[in-house]
């Protein structure tokens, strides 16, 4: 069975903490960039960060750099975010997703670019 499945999500105060991960199984990982959207209740689904295919470049949303940091380990077919001071504006569903571009360079930010896609898992941040 193709599936991703984030783990990870939950309640934290701000300036806090998080690390979600992704794991697949059914779909290899290697060769693909991996990304993580998230979709805040009432809006649209947007990028967070991503990954290419080898590991050495990284992209984000202006948001979040300097304060997220997305990983991958294909032996293990998985990827991570890992979110440091926390806001209250990045409370929303995190997914994680794999292009269906064979060593796409640059990982893109529009979610047509990706065919597989998790169910999610909700970070909340709030005091």
């Known amino acids: 069975q193709e599936q991703l499945v984030e783990s990870g999500g939950g309640l934290v105060q701000p300036g806090g903490s998080l690390r979600v991960s992704c794991a697949a199984t059914?779909?290899?990982?290697?060769?693909?960039?991996v990304a993580w959207f998230r979709q805040a209740q009432g809006l649209t689904r947007t990028f967070v960060a991503g990954i290419s295919w080898t590991g050495g470049r990284t992209n984000y949303r202006d948001s979040v750099k300097g304060r997220f940091t997305i990983s991958r380990d294909d032996t293990n077919n998985s990827a991570y975010l890992q979110m440091n001071n926390l806001k209250p504006e990045d409370t929303a569903v995190y997914y994680c997703a794999r292009t269906k571009y064979f060593r796409d360079e640059v990982p893109p930010t529009n979610t047509i670019a990706y065919s597989y896609w998790g169910r999610g898992t909700q970070v909340t941040v709030s005091a």
């Open positions: 059914g779909v290899s990982f290697r060769n693909y960039a």
